[in-house]
């Protein structure tokens, strides 16, 4: 019998998780039930997978950047891979902005549920936390982004997966550095970080064996701790609206894809789907980023030399699904709120989602604080930000897991792009967890 393939289970693991969950809401006690006991599986998985997304990109930087033996190739690579995010992003902020102006979802809302919306979310501690973090990356310098690039302790930078960009500056630093003392010298080094990479990957292997159980338990969470339905199915036009342009962007991609690669965009989805479902399980391209490395790597076939440089980049620059949402989301706030928006002003939300897109955390949530800084950019009055945050609230958090689905594909859409157009797509060679179990067992 053949092994069922790892995305099936997932795919049932998720299914299983959501109608686990629709039954603990309608069982007295069922909800603190599946915060006690289910919860805790799907959060130690995502916590696994955060510890070793900083050994993983160290590793696998290091070993891309010391075999390229030619650091033109890496300014080539750089300059390629920035070019391709900023594209992306501009035209999924483009494809929201064009949907939510034919669809105008904010025109259907009423008044009694923007009423109701407001007393239930605009003194919540979540939306005033999104407005007070969002007020605080605004007042810092127009050159602080490059600033806390350069991290002051690298050890510490390690430490935090927050600081996923500190720690792509010093791996490149390290990576160049061991280019220009010379192969001879470097190789202990290499070799150390090459055995390093080896043992990471292989702990994804592992790790990935009780993702189904993980989803299960993920998403039994999510359904058991979502908002009250009546105010879900009000918002309805305004996800669908969402969701209609994240297709889209799947569909941009897929065509890019398969105008520069040549490769089967049904086939390059399939491969790369079990990063897919835990983006949507986990709502972090960072807790995502080890697997999405893993497929990428060994079965699409992108050489380490790329991936380890353009998967990480990405997961904290690149944000397509997020800037989309936040155009649509700006657009459909000011339509509820009759605050009109004139063609300047949507530009405007082009550029500041692009900017904001860059310096955004590639963790749960980030998008509703990078939402404020782009209302603020077309002048949307202060007093009605909390409101604003609000009407979209109860539908963020589904909302943040298909986005992340599409951070995760564009990521790796353009890696294997970029792959494609420096000659480093090969053939896959998937890895097992158990490859060489039989000699050590």
Request: glycine share 8%; net charge neutral.
């Amino acid at each position: 019998m053949k092994k069922l393939a790892l995305h099936w289970k997932i795919l049932i693991g998720m299914v299983f998780g959501i109608l686990f969950g629709l039954l603990m809401t309608n069982i007295d006690g069922g909800s603190s039930f599946v915060g006690d006991w289910i919860k805790p599986f799907g959060t130690i998985f995502v916590k696994l997978l955060k510890l070793i997304a900083v050994p993983l990109i160290v590793a696998s930087l290091v070993k891309g950047i010391s075999d390229l033996k030619d650091i033109s190739k890496f300014k080539n690579i750089g300059f390629r891979t920035m070019v391709i995010y900023v594209g992306t992003t501009v035209v999924a902020i483009t494809i929201g902005l064009l949907l939510v102006n034919v669809v105008q979802p904010g025109e259907g809302i009423s008044e009694e549920t923007i009423t109701r919306l407001t007393e239930t979310y605009a003194n919540s501690g979540g939306v005033q936390a999104k407005i007070a973090e969002a007020n605080k990356q605004q007042s810092t310098a127009p050159l602080q982004f490059l600033i806390d690039m350069v991290p002051d302790n690298a050890v510490k930078a390690m430490g935090n997966n927050k600081a996923m960009l500190q720690v792509i500056f010093f791996t490149i630093f390290l990576g160049i550095s061991m280019l220009l003392i010379g192969e001879k010298k470097s190789k202990p080094l290499k070799d150390f970080f090459d055995s390093l990479n080896e043992v990471v990957l292989k702990m994804v292997d592992i790790i990935m064996l009780s993702a189904p159980y993980a989803v299960f338990a993920l998403l039994a969470n999510v359904v058991v701790s979502s908002n009250d339905p009546d105010l879900l199915l009000a918002l309805l036009k305004y996800s669908l609206t969402v969701v209609g342009g994240l297709v889209l962007m799947i569909v941009f991609y897929m065509i890019i894809l398969r105008v520069f690669t040549k490769k089967n965009p049904f086939w390059f989805l399939q491969k790369i789907s079990p990063a897919q479902l835990l983006a949507f399980s986990t709502s972090s391209s960072a807790a995502t980023l080890p697997v999405t490395m893993e497929r990428v790597e060994e079965h699409v076939g992108v050489d380490k030399e790329v991936s380890s440089f353009v998967l990480p980049v990405g997961a904290t620059i690149n944000m397509d699904g997020t800037s989309l949402y936040q155009a649509v989301a700006a657009v459909f706030i000011a339509q509820a709120l009759s605050f009109d928006l004139t063609f300047g002003d949507q530009l405007t939300i082009i550029l500041t989602a692009l900017l904001a897109s860059i310096g955004s955390a590639a963790v749960p949530g980030a998008g509703m604080v990078m939402l404020v800084i782009v209302l603020e950019s077309i002048g949307f009055p202060s007093d009605k930000l909390a409101i604003g945050l609000a009407l979209i609230f109860a539908v963020d958090r589904p909302l943040d897991m298909c986005r992340t689905i599409i951070n995760v594909t564009g990521d790796a859409t353009v890696s294997t792009i970029v792959a494609k157009s420096v000659g480093k797509l090969g053939k896959p060679n998937p890895k097992n967890w158990d490859d060489h179990y039989e000699d050590v067992k």
